[in-house]
């Protein structure tokens, strides 16, 4: 499985990004489909999943929404009300069972 992200960039204090990512698989709804986010000098960590239910951290619970169309093999990211501390690069995973697939991440930068 070959992942895709994209929709990073520059924005400012309270704006809005929405990240997506695409999928190389014929068989999409099987894998929970994950963001995650690691900031300069610190380790990775898990920002929301999506499978029958989702899960997000609580740093991002409220302003941050992720979903998945399962048709365009795709899954977004809306964040909202983003933070200067919302700063790093965004990778996706999807995972089913033991098997574990990573895509390049996108830089996002909360900055005035």
């Known amino acids: 499985v070959q992942l895709q992200a994209s929709g990073g960039g520059l924005v400012q204090p309270g704006g809005s990004l929405r990240l997506s990512c695409a999928a190389s698989?014929?068989?999409?709804?099987?894998?929970?489909m994950g963001w995650y986010r690691q900031a300069p000098g610190k380790q990775r960590e898990l920002v929301a999943t999506s499978a029958g239910n989702t899960n997000y951290a609580d740093s991002v619970k409220g302003r941050f929404t992720i979903s998945r169309d399962n048709a365009k093999k795709t899954v977004y990211l809306q964040m909202n009300s983003l933070k200067p501390e919302d700063t790093a690069v965004y990778s996706c995973?999807?995972?089913?069972?033991?098997?574990?697939?990573w895509g390049k991440g996108t830089q996002v930068t909360v900055s005035s």
């Open positions: 995973n999807a995972k089913a069972g033991l098997q574990s697939y």
């Open positions: 698989t014929t068989i999409f709804s099987i894998y929970t």
